[in-house]
């Protein structure tokens, strides 16, 4: 079956220490991406990668770190959580975006409710 | 800055179409209008996208306004499942990459 996979569902942390969510796809899409979603602010995307080796920042990058190293992964590293990022995280993957004429729907996680205390 | 506009809420009456409207007014010539669908914290899900013709698929029907400036999300006959908030999502020019979602709309489908 088709799927993002986000791992864990849910985890309770305290703050500054590190931790890492881990994204995998099975669709060999080249485009994956990390979003948060707080109530009232809607989703808001903090990285993303547009193929291997290639990541960029979306608009919430602050505290997060990020990593391509195999087209199927794409894991979100906190280094020092904070309380603030408390939040509901979203992985996504899509072929590539930006192609020519192509577009591609995004597929998205299940999600991974993270409290940081 | 968000790219698109939406409203807050919307009520629709079971049976009905629902009709979400988008505002996108800075959109590009070569930017797709995405909607996608969040029931309670699950994962969005992809509902229908275009380009600049209407499209149609098995889920909604997607109408584009000759300047491309706005859409509206069509649910041809919503039921009680389709309560959920709705993103209307335009993909930012050649930086492909990099996606702004909107507040959404929250639907609200009633018996």
């Known amino acids: 079956e088709a799927q993002v996979t986000q791992n864990p569902r849910y985890l309770i942390t305290v703050t500054g220490k590190k931790l890492t969510v881990t994204c995998s796809q099975n669709?060999?899409?080249?485009?994956m991406s990390w979003y948060r979603q707080d109530p009232g602010l809607g989703l808001r995307q903090i990285y993303y990668?547009?193929?291997?080796?290639?990541?960029d920042k979306g608009d919430v990058p602050e505290g997060y770190k990020v990593s391509r190293k195999e087209k199927r992964n794409f894991p979100l590293i906190l280094e020092s959580p904070s309380p603030n990022q408390t939040s509901l995280y979203f992985c996504?993957?899509?072929?590539?975006?930006?192609?020519?004429?192509?577009?591609?729907?995004?597929?998205f996680g299940n999600g991974t409710r993270l409290t940081v205390t | 800055d968000a790219k698109t506009t939406q409203p807050t809420s919307m009520d629709c009456a079971e049976g009905r179409a629902a009709n979400l409207p988008c505002n996108h007014s800075t959109i590009s010539g070569n930017e797709y209008v995405y909607w996608y669908r969040q029931i309670h914290s699950q994962g969005p899900q992809y509902i229908i996208h275009g380009l600049k013709n209407n499209e149609t698929n098995e889920m909604a029907s997607l109408i584009i306004t000759e300047d491309r400036k706005s859409s509206t999300l069509i649910l041809p006959h919503a039921t009680l499942r389709d309560t959920a908030v709705y993103y209307c999502?335009?993909?930012?020019?050649?930086?492909?990459?990099?996606?702004?979602f909107g507040q959404g709309t929250e639907l609200s489908v009633k018996p």
């Open positions: 999502i335009v993909r930012v020019g050649n930086q492909g990459g990099k996606l702004i």
């Open positions: 996504a993957s899509s072929f590539r975006q930006g192609m020519g004429s192509y577009n591609s729907p995004l597929h």
């Open positions: 990668s547009m193929n291997v080796e290639v990541t």
């Open positions: 669709m060999n899409h080249e485009y």
